[in-house]
């Protein structure tokens, strides 16, 4: 699943093409592609309206719209978009083409199908549950901090929550984990301070090195990108760690592959 890193990436390539222009029509080709509102009342509230703004919120596209409503994407597992003239053949995986005024359609192509759009008036419908952007220029360190208090639960499932933070997945959850040298078995609440302050530049490191590599291509679907070549451990099970040569180790934690260098983070 794409991260915070990759759709930022999406993200960027999508404002100077779209930005400006305006929704002619919507042609929905899997109805559960869209989460709210009903297709119907979709197909008939986006035509005519302009796209002022493309930005991100954790995972979530945004598409600031002229009438003050937000179509939000989801890409989930194996989501991506792509602007195509109208009258270029139809990928027998877009689920979702939205016309624009200038020929052209941007495409929603899904292979898995777990993709979801949504268009509301009340981003908080959609987004209101998210946790803080990592990134963000008022994410202080004590706000970070002040996030673990009171908190207990296993390191990397919890930097996986959405709730918590926004944005974070298994590449940079790992990540993270290796720059701060923290085991990710260990318990938030063990956490001492010296150690968040550690946490909290390793996790926005990890994910600037993302964007500024344009994310990962980890499957045939996120083509570009370049930061798998610049893992410390994800996906480097059974190698020699980069920094002390220890063997990398995977492991299972809250369903999810974990990869960690047992030298560099006891």
Request: hydrophobic share 40%; with cysteine; charged share 25%.
């Amino acid at each position: 699943m794409p991260e915070l890193p990759e759709v930022e990436t999406v993200v960027r390539g999508l404002r100077n093409p779209l930005v400006g222009r305006t929704f002619t029509e919507v042609m929905v080709l899997w109805a559960r592609t869209i989460g709210a509102p009903a297709v119907s009342e979709l197909c008939q509230k986006l035509p005519g309206q302009r796209i002022e703004a493309i930005t991100r919120r954790g995972k979530y596209l945004q598409f600031q719209l002229s009438r003050g409503d937000t179509l939000f994407i989801h890409l989930k597992m194996s989501g991506n978009l792509w602007v195509e003239l109208t009258s270029a053949p139809l990928h027998q995986h877009v689920r979702v083409a939205f016309s624009l005024d200038n020929g052209h359609q941007l495409r929603f192509k899904d292979t898995r199908k777990f993709g979801r759009i949504y268009l509301t008036d009340q981003p908080a419908t959609v987004i209101g549950k998210l946790g803080p952007e990592p990134l963000a220029d008022d994410f202080s360190i004590e706000k970070f901090m002040a996030l673990f208090v009171k908190r207990r639960g296993t390191l990397k499932p919890l930097l996986l929550k959405q709730e918590f933070i926004a944005g974070i997945g298994n590449i940079y959850g790992d990540e993270s984990c290796f720059l701060a040298r923290l085991d990710p078995r260990r318990q938030a609440e063990t956490l001492t301070k010296e150690e968040l302050e550690r946490l909290y530049q390793a996790i926005r490191q990890s994910l600037e090195a993302g964007i500024m590599f344009k994310g990962a291509s980890f499957d045939a679907v996120y083509l570009g990108g370049q930061f798998q070549n610049h893992f410390q451990v994800y996906g480097r099970d059974n190698q020699p760690c980069l920094v002390c040569g220890t063997t990398i180790k995977r492991l299972i934690l809250g369903g999810r592959s974990t990869h960690f260098c047992p030298h560099c983070q006891q």
